[in-house]
């Protein structure tokens, strides 16, 4: 039911952006603002962004397999919202990403939903959101692929990690957010999710490996979170659960077909704090993942991994233009195995050590040219291929070291 | 022209609202609520429309301190997730002070904010003599343009309760 309903949904919003787009174009040649007629007041609004940048990674086949200086970091980004009527409002986004192996390049539906505004008052506020709608359940899921809005080009990978990026950044579903604020005890948030995500033939090339030719789907996607800031307090405190079944069904075997069909169990707790001090900022998670593969290597293939990691981030606002940024991550795909010793003995040597964890330091800047076009420039020192593509079946033959580095700049404008 | 407002707090930025906003005052909370998104309607039901200045906008910054207690950032921040994860809408940014308190005396349901000096150059470019006649013995605090306003160029300015 749900699927049939986001996907007639999903249809209903195609032509919706469209017409979005052509509107646009033509609001665009003429004026504005006309008087008592303001362009994105009340009913009506479209916003959008712009971003390309480059990209050097030394070590890691991150963005590229040959290692040069690469332009593949682009973003691009059109939006719409229409409010029908007090209750109900459609949405939809369009973008366009290329990040060379980070996920696959081309145009995607980033969201398009119904936002059913069940129950408001001044202080409570409740919606439901059928469709396809976005992540909200990590501190920055929503707004990853939104380059303005999240603190750094690349965020920590353990957590955001690329490779995962169009199964987690949103769901094909239903979604539910309940706000209540309280001038005594503060602002409370519980956001609950159920849905689908599709899986394309090169997602699951990139998550399984070259030779899964069989084929990848999401059985379903439960996502709960909790969000508390006490009153007036520059302190935000969080908590999100994730449970998703997967399956692989293998199709005809064969020598270059042979993996067997199987089932994947993913599980993700994370727990965040932020602050939010006037030139002072500061965001961790810390998390707990639990990945289980039943099947896939050979029949009866069984093995049940605890991963942890946290990063720390801490942000300085040297003025209101420029800001700086450092963050420390860390992360390990197996719990008793830290050190990635046991995954290199159980592989025959196959697997190096270093794939079994990710740790990065990031050191950044941000500079506001005006109140829509920034300029962001990184560089990252990472230790382990634990979050490089393909997940299940790792490729050390191009990611031959244990260090590597990579830098960025990117130029962003939004409206 | 500096006691025409004499009765205003001793802050450098106002909030306005349309004429159609009854409320006399508001909390800080109340305001807080608003602008961060948390309370989308005005306690008779209407929609409220808020409009801002750009986040590097002097004003908008001003405003955001001494009358919500929140850094620009932060508003930005909430905002822009509003605004491009489809959760929700964010306020219409426009270009100027005197575009902002146009847009609020325009539509039902609006606020946004404007400073004393604004407000005074606003009503004199739009009334040059009867502004201190639709100020004078009012309680809240009106200014009022004419020269085609007549009949809607009311914005009031709404008292906030710390």
């Known amino acids: ?415 | 022209m500096f006691s025409i407002f004499g009765a205003i707090p001793a802050k450098a930025v106002e909030v306005i609202t349309h004429k159609s906003i009854t409320q006399q005052s508001l909390t800080t909370s109340q305001l807080r609520r608003i602008f961060t998104m948390r309370q989308t309607y005005w306690s008779n039901n209407n929609a409220i429309t808020i409009f801002v200045l750009p986040s590097q906008h002097q004003l908008h910054r001003s405003f955001s301190k001494e009358r919500l207690a929140i850094y620009p950032y932060q508003l930005e921040r909430i905002w822009n997730k509003l605004t491009y994860s489809g959760l929700g809408v964010a306020p219409t940014v426009v270009d100027t002070p005197e575009a902002l308190i146009q847009a609020v005396l325009n539509t039902p349901g609006a606020i946004g904010y404007a400073s004393k000096d604004d407000l005074i150059l606003f009503a004199s470019a739009h009334s040059l003599d009867t502004k201190e006649d639709a100020l004078q013995g009012d309680t809240t605090e009106k200014a009022k343009p004419t020269d085609g306003y007549n009949n809607q160029g009311v914005v009031h300015v709404i008292n906030i309760i710390d």
Request: proline letters at 3%; charged letters at 20%; aromatic letters at 16%.
């Open chain 1, 1 to 415: 039911m749900l699927s049939i309903l986001s996907t007639s949904l999903r249809d209903i919003m195609s032509k919706f952006l469209i017409k979005v787009v052509v509107t646009c174009s033509l609001l665009l040649s003429t004026p504005l603002i006309a008087e008592e007629s303001y362009f994105n007041a009340q009913k009506f609004q479209v916003h959008g962004f712009v971003a390309q940048g480059i990209i050097d990674v030394n070590g890691s086949d991150f963005v590229n397999d040959d290692g040069e200086l690469s332009a593949e970091l682009t973003e691009v980004g059109i939006n719409a919202t229409y409010q029908l009527n007090s209750k109900l409002r459609l949405a939809g986004q369009l973008v366009y990403l290329d990040g060379g192996n980070r996920y696959a390049k081309g145009a995607r539906i980033d969201y398009a939903l119904l936002d059913w505004s069940i129950y408001n008052n001044d202080f409570w506020q409740a919606n439901m959101y059928l469709g396809r709608f976005k992540n909200n359940h990590w501190l920055y899921s929503s707004s990853r692929d939104v380059p303005f809005a999240r603190p750094s080009i690349i965020l920590p990978q353990s957590v955001y990690f690329d490779g995962f990026r169009d199964i987690a950044v949103g769901s094909d579903g239903a979604a539910i957010k309940v706000s209540h604020s309280n001038d005594t005890y503060g602002n409370f948030d519980i956001n609950l999710s159920y849905g689908t995500s599709p899986i394309s033939d090169e997602q699951a090339t990139n998550l399984l490996s070259k030779l899964a030719k069989g084929k990848a789907k999401q059985e379903h996607d439960a996502q709960a979170s909790f969000y508390w800031q006490p009153a007036f307090s520059p302190w935000r405190f969080g908590v999100s659960l994730l449970d998703a079944d997967f399956s692989y069904v293998q199709g005809t075997p064969s020598f270059d077909n042979p993996f067997v069909d199987s089932d994947f169990t993913f599980q993700f707790y994370t727990a965040n704090a932020l602050y939010e001090g006037e030139v002072w900022e500061f965001s961790s998670e810390i998390y707990q993942q639990r990945f289980i593969i039943d099947g896939f290597y050979q029949n009866g293939f069984h093995d049940d991994n605890v991963g942890q990691g946290f990063y720390v981030q801490t942000r300085y606002k040297w003025n209101s233009d420029l800001t700086f940024l450092a963050r420390f991550e860390d992360f390990y795909l197996d719990k008793t195995d830290k050190n990635g010793k046991k995954l290199e003995e159980n592989s025959g040597g196959l697997v190096p050590y270093y794939f079994g964890f990710n740790k990065d330091i990031t050191l950044g800047l941000s500079y506001d040219f005006t109140s829509n076009i920034r300029l962001r420039m990184e560089y990252h020192w990472v230790k382990g291929a634990g979050r490089l593509t393909p997940v299940v079946v790792p490729n050390p033959r191009i990611n031959d070291s244990e260090d590597w580095q990579m830098w960025a700049a990117q130029i962003m404008y939004w409206f």
